[in-house]
């Protein structure tokens, strides 16, 4: 093989442009509820206003004076349906139309009419009459319940433990004991929270934005107690998920069983302060973190304790001390985590769900430490920095965290920083310059998919994958094109559709390993029943070599050795069949055997992070400039540098973006994002995008990704570390560590709006 080769633009690791990029900016991509439908009926949901109490009748009367109003369904049409099971399929156990009412917003009531308008017209002359009930909306509220995290959830039996750290602590030189707090989120996906339900006979299709569309089949089939096999679930554009679409929420059970009803097509489309509680959002946290370390810098404890926001029956919790006790050599760790109930809907996985709050409270607590010590907060990360995990003993896999540092900091140029809180000034700008560690656990899980080559050269690629924002159709299309030596337009790719054999859940940024995992196992197969052929013939110029001197380029099998080669084509046709198709399963070392058998059943495992034999994670390194009007505290970002190393990138172009996305999303968090609730009323208030805030273009500013190369095959066959939810992990911490170097001042509450500026 010659090393100087250039390499072609199509191949893995190549910027390829996303396949899909412009489907959605013509409008040609189809969403869910783009799905043209013959004769469907419109569905409009009614939801709770109280967020406690009963729900003790409803007066449909002149709801169903509505011109085009079919049918009102109501909890009596509802209790056919079996109840989803948290923490399986389901997002929420919350999931009966009455007469408990559990949280506000909750679904009672689905309106079914001719137009949307004439759905949703009759669903606001729906007049519920409630018992209602105080409740408890959040920290400080009345009525709350707390109860140890290991004590009530299955995931999070145990938590990162070593040694003594309460004497550790008590031991140290230095000591920061501080509390930091992160907002309720919601993640407010551009696409709505659309369902749509076919039935033909006993068969029932669904249409809905989903990143697991085998999860979502089963859990349906469990809630309407019918067979799995009699359901088919597609989702080939998703507009956004970051968690919101991993779990079954209550709507889809009941969208089928109205088309059921109906005998038609029945689609819903709800609206945007209705996703706010008929799925899920990130959960409010408060965070204790002590820290301890000699003169030096070397740490010696470390103690974090979290509480986070829960509804009255699940569960939900995410525990990101099992991320955050691994970052650095912190000597003794004593973790513990709570689940605060309260009348709430079911919170859920949001982009980066544990560690975004957990490292925000850590990264933040570093920089103080830093302060304290009167040390670089830079080579107080390098001091602590270790191959070897401090809690479990085990290597890393890899570990790039200090080569991110000293890359964005050469680029934001760190150097020139004067350390003294305020004394960096332009004007009335007061000017502050910080740095956090981003990190994400490594996921890889067990995959399936069926390749075929055909004898023309065009390959088909199906495995029901999930199209998030991840590139998933591009990057394997590359992955086939390069083992396969066909053009990358030569591949057709095809995710989203319980049709095709099942992948994991597009969550926990596992389905660039996972998926290129199974693809690449079944690219081989084909090449090696290919090469077979090609080699065992009596005849031809490949007669005779070895399979493993031949490689397959531009449509041709070539032998690496003595440049001899021959047309594909040629030896399909002395094979005598017009095509080849393999069918492979990709089982990660640590997880079982039956996660195949699962997969098909809609439970999806993965593992990584500091499960397996290494401590496997993707790190990165964020620098953050703010300035803070010295009158009105006006706070903006105008530059941001951020330096990651993910493994092998199968695509830098759709790598850069995701590293973009991210930390847009972390300047969100840092500064814009929050949900605000009624403290008397346990309600949202602002569940709308003129009062939700996200950063718009004049926002932000300067962004710069610099992609650290790094090589790891422990992680997975493919080398891929999932970069998804990587980069807006830290970046809140960054800015908050920012603000305080330009004005003295800490914030420990996201988000930091000028008010908490006002000193
Ligand atoms: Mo991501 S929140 O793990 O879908």
Known sequence: MNAAAPQPKENMGAPAPRYDARLKVTGEARYSADVPMTNPAFAFLVTSSIAKGKLVSLDLAEARTVPGVIDILTQDDASVLHGGKFGQDAATSIDQLGPEIAHDGQIIALVLADSYEAAREAAYKVHANYAPAPASATFGSDGLKVEDATKVSARHRELPHKGDAEAALAAADVVIDAEYGT???HHNPLELFSTTCVWEG?????????QFVYGLKNGVAQRLGIDADNIRVVSHFVGGAFGSRGSMTPRTALIALAARKLNRPVKLVPTRDQGFTIATYRAETHHRVRLGARRDGKMVGYSHEGWEVSSRPDAYVVAGVKESAHLYGFGDVATKVNIVRADRNTPGFMRSPPVVPYIFALESAVDELAIKLAMDPVELRRVNDTMVDGVTGKRWSSRSLMKCYDQAAEAFGWKQRDSRPGSMRDGDWLIGWGCATAVYPTHVGAATARVRLRSDGTVRVQTAAHEIGNGVYTVLAQLAAERLGVPL?????????????????????????STCSVVLKACDAIRDKLFRVAST????????????????????????????????????????VSAIEEYAEFVPPGVKPEAVADLYKGRSTQTGGPEGEYIMYALGAEFVEVRVHALTREIRVPRIVGAFAGGRLMNTRTARSQFVGGMVWGISSALHEATEIDRERARYINDNFADYLVPVNADIQQLEVILVPEHDDIVNPAGVKGIGELANVGTAAAVANAVYHATGIRVRELPIRLEKLLA
């Open 183 to 185: 907002p309720t989120q």
């Open 489 to 513: 337009a030569s591949v057709t790719v095809e995710v989203g559709d319980t049709n095709v054999p099942p992948a994991p859940v597009a969550g926990g940024s596992n389905t660039t390993a």
């Open 202 to 210: 006993d068969k029932l299709t669904i249409y809905e934005p989903s």
């Open 537 to 576: 013939a009596n005849e031809g110029p490949l007669a005779g070599h070895f399979i493993t001197e031949i490689d397959l380029r531009d449509g041709r099998l070539v032998t690496l050795h003595d440049a001899k080669s021959e047309p594909m084509a040629d030896v399909f046709k002395r094979a005598g």
